[in-house]
């Protein structure tokens, strides 16, 4: 069974910084490509980030700059490295894959105080 958990969430002060951490298992996850959404409240998921399996990146425009995505394969775990957070970031943050059928963890909560 292929499980996605995020952890790395919590409360952070603007302007400081978070690691978000995504661990996979069931599946190989060198061959998959690995996105990160966030959810506000009242608002539709968007898509945060992503990196395939070459390790090519793509980013909101929002967060362009501020976050990075990284890998580890030996890990089966994805990051999102936040910095510079700011109130707007506040989010629940998911990371998502496919594996058949699209793959969604369970969520992590970031919440950025002014």
């Known amino acids: 069974q292929v499980q996605l958990v995020e952890s790395g969430g919590g409360l952070v002060q603007a302007g400081g910084s978070l690691r978000l951490s995504c661990a996979a298992s069931?599946?190989?996850?060198?061959?998959?490509?690995m996105t990160w959404y966030r959810q506000a409240p009242g608002k539709q998921r968007e898509l945060v980030a992503t990196?395939?399996?070459?390790?090519?990146?793509i980013y909101a425009d929002s967060v362009e700059g501020r976050f990075t995505v990284s890998r580890d394969n030996a890990k089966n775990t994805v990051y999102l490295q936040m910095r510079s957070l700011k109130p707007e970031d506040t989010a629940v943050y998911y990371c998502?894959?496919?594996?058949?059928?699209?793959?969604w963890g369970q969520g992590t909560q970031v919440t950025v105080s002014s």
């Open positions: 998502r894959t496919n594996w058949g059928s699209p793959i």
């Open positions: 069931g599946m190989i996850f060198s061959i998959n490509t």
């Open positions: 990196i395939t399996p070459a390790g090519s990146t």
